[in-house]
């Protein structure tokens, strides 16, 4: 390679670098506008907030109502949560076993017969954890909803 090549080869480098620099540094500027807007929204948000919430006593009150009904609904769902998911990976674990049991399987009619249980219980399984999940996010929804609806003021 002659010194003109490698020149060129250096420019070209030099050329790359320099324009990964200056998208590095517009991406940083934009990620720095955005963090500077998402801040100025969450004043905003709180300003607001404030605003409506009305006096101290009224701000207790409401504090008291949500730690004796909102956090033990809270806890509740998240228990949901939890024995949901555990229930589910326990059926993760089952399917699994029944998947390395169709490798094990000699004859074909028994390979069949356990690809065809397979494809059955993954099925169910899906259908269960579905409509868990809906039940679950429908008793989510409905509580942060009685929540909202308790401590908005009241429409006008």
């Not at 010194?3 to 080869?9: F, N, Q, S, V, Y």
């Not at 494809?119 to 989510?140: F, G, P």
Request: net charge negative; proline share 3%; hydrophobic share 35%.
């Amino acid at each position: 390679m002659s010194a003109a090549d490698k020149k060129k080869e250096n420019a070209a480098t030099s050329e790359t670098m320099s324009e990964l620099f200056h998208e590095a540094m517009r991406s940083y500027e934009k990620a720095l506008k955005s963090g500077i807007q998402l801040q100025e929204e969450s004043v905003n948000l709180w300003k607001d907030l404030l605003t409506k919430l009305g006096s101290a006593e009224e701000l207790q009150a409401k504090f008291e109502s949500m730690t004796s009904d909102a956090f033990p609904q809270a806890r509740k769902r998240m228990e949901e949560f939890v024995e949901t998911f555990n229930r589910t990976s326990n059926q993760t674990i089952d399917l699994f076993e029944k998947t390395l049991g169709v490798y094990k399987a000699t004859p074909v009619t028994d390979a069949q017969r356990r690809v065809q249980e397979l494809i059955e219980s993954s099925l169910t399984t899906l259908r269960v954890n579905v409509h868990s999940a809906l039940n679950t996010n429908a008793k989510i929804i409905d509580s942060w909803k009685e929540l909202v609806d308790r401590f908005s003021p009241p429409a006008k």
